[in-house]
């Protein structure tokens, strides 16, 4: 099986065709590993039929809906091994379909839209009935304030003065907490200024990652939703950069790099 291993600002990923009768979930934990296997934050598999797809496997084996780093290595991935022309592409993802539109190809950015924020308690599997936006829980006798919204997947903001603050290192946690039914991932964010921001993300079914696209488009919305910083951001992360626009319609636009690593044939051994 050949597997090309690609990034999007250090969120690292294995991108594979798609082959029938193949057990995704137990391969994506097998290739994902870091010690035993090519080592990945997750498991990208490509759909060429009846329409362009992502499937989407963390490196654990769950699923997610939707990923929006992971959806930039997937189109620059198809752009050139043909499965699509032009520089426009509708890919169906399981958070419905998502446009796509590369701006640059040397070096390769592409632009996401990643629709409207949903903030329905129904979206966000909450167990309580709250519906106002911020919520203050309690984490081993730390009162917290959080905000969660659903943009491709359940996405929790939390803001912090600095990364070394205390909170931080109850995101798991947090990203389990009793609330969130089918779990969160959790963004710490340090607002720059007006037009900048700091993130750090620690994702459903990977942990701490060098780069979230739908947490960098979460903290935005929610930051922004609060008046603190305006509609078009650029999210700084520890290896890169995503920039999250904001339109007037409420529609979030997600814009940053996709990189290519190498390209493997992996054949397990017994």
């Known amino acids: 099986m050949l597997i090309s291993k690609m990034h999007s600002s250090g969120n690292d990923f294995c991108i594979v065709d798609f082959i029938e009768k193949t057990d995704f979930k137990s391969l994506a934990v097998k290739i994902c590993n870091r010690k035993l296997g090519v080592g990945a934050d997750g498991l990208i598999v490509v759909k060429k039929s009846p329409r362009l797809e992502m499937l989407y496997y963390n490196m654990d084996g769950s699923t997610s809906s939707m990923n929006s780093n992971a959806l930039r290595c ?59 936006f911020g919520r203050v829980i309690d984490i081993e006798g730390i009162k917290v304030t959080i905000y969660s919204l659903f943009i491709g997947s359940i996405q929790t903001v939390i803001l912090v003065n600095s990364f ?21 991932s959790v963004n710490f ?19 701490f990652t060098y780069a979230s696209g739908d947490g960098c488009a979460a ?45 493997c044939d992996f054949k397990e051994e017994n």
């Not at 964010?189 to 620690?202: P, Q, W």
């Open 74 to 132: 997937f189109v620059r991935y198809s752009k050139e091994n043909g499965y699509f022309k032009g520089d426009k592409v509708e890919v169906l993802t399981g958070a419905g379909l998502i446009l796509v539109e590369i701006e640059n190809e040397n070096p390769f950015e592409c632009k996401i839209n990643l629709g409207k924020p949903n903030f329905n308690n129904q979206m966000l599997h909450a167990t309580d009935m709250i519906n106002n």
């Open 189 to 207: 964010a340090i607002i720059k200024n007006k037009n900048e921001i700091d993130v750090k993300t620690y994702e459903k079914g990977v942990g």
């Open 219 to 263: 903290s935005v919305i929610a930051l922004n939703k609060l008046n603190l910083i305006r509609n078009t951001v650029r999210c700084n992360l520890e290896l890169g950069y995503l920039n999250v626009d904001i339109t007037k319609r409420g529609y979030v636009y997600l814009t940053g790099p996709a990189e290519k690593l190498f390209t």
């Open 164 to 184: 070394d603050d205390e909170i931080i290192k109850y995101a798991e946690l947090i990203h389990s907490y009793k609330l969130f039914a089918k779990k969160t």
